[in-house]
């Protein structure tokens, strides 16, 4: 059984998403065309989903451990900044290698900006070097796991549901860490399944973080270790993961 105090950051993240978002769509800044973007099938989408989910989730992470709040607005501001000056290119190799060129990409700001938040967020959420470290990379790595997986309308908050639900029937803050990202996640699927809005790589990387501080939380080394090892894999079969998930049915 759900403990009443996991509960309550699942019902704030999704209320305060759900707020944002009309906000937004009531009364987007810039005017409306700075917010729509075409999808994949060729449909017009808003981007108000984005910004609503990394408040959300930040503000519902935040409660639980500043630093895990911290550390899923700062993943959602590097989105965000990809999603307005982003040049398409995907993959760690294609920003490296511009990088290597003397060309600073906004995914490269994006990748150095994620890493330097779960690394900061991993020194306060954990006591020992090693956990430390490998708390920052599970953050960072879910960050860019579900960025991967936000290729097709409802497949990156599906993922966040998914992967959090075991995390509930645990207890303290990883429990309510997880909970929130779900709740952020389950606020905006209807309207991002139904193609009325995207996550972008603001909203993909918030709910990523908010589920990395989750697991961080409700882990030690092994945990940690394992989580580390298969993102880190998932971040190097980046083109097959995103592959995978763009061929599920829905």
Not at 50 to 69: E, K, L, M, Q, S
Request: with cysteine; charged share 15%.
């Amino acid at each position: 059984m759900i403990d009443k105090r996991t509960c309550r950051p699942l019902l704030l993240a999704a209320a305060l998403t759900r707020a944002g978002q009309a906000v937004l769509r009531a009364a987007p800044p810039g005017g409306r065309a700075r917010w729509e973007r075409t999808n994949h099938a060729g449909r017009a989408v808003g981007l108000y989903a984005g910004p609503a989910v990394a408040v959300g989730a930040g503000i519902a992470a935040a409660r639980v451990h500043p630093a895990a709040g911290a550390a899923v607005l700062a993943a959602g501001a590097c989105g965000a900044y990809d999603d307005v000056a982003g040049d398409h290119r995907r993959g760690f190799r294609a920003h490296l290698r511009a990088l290597r060129h003397g060309e600073i990409t906004s995914g490269a700001v994006k990748l150095f900006g994620i890493a330097a938040a779960g690394l900061a967020a991993g020194a306060v959420l954990k006591e020992r070097p090693a956990d430390k470290l490998l708390a920052g990379v599970v953050i960072a790595g879910s960050a860019h796991l579900v960025n991967l997986l936000d290729v097709r309308p409802g497949r990156a908050a599906g993922a966040v549901l998914a992967l959090g639900a075991p995390g509930l029937l645990r207890e303290g803050p990883g429990a309510r860490l997880a909970a929130g990202a779900m709740g952020a996640a389950a606020a905006v699927l209807p309207d991002d399944a139904g193609e009325r809005v995207m996550l972008g790589d603001t909203g993909a990387h918030a709910l990523g973080a908010a589920l990395g501080a989750a697991v961080v939380a409700g882990n030690r080394r092994a945990g940690l270790l394992v989580h580390a090892v298969a993102l880190v894999a998932a971040a190097c079969c980046g083109d097959r993961v995103s592959a995978l998930a763009r061929a599920l049915p829905g």
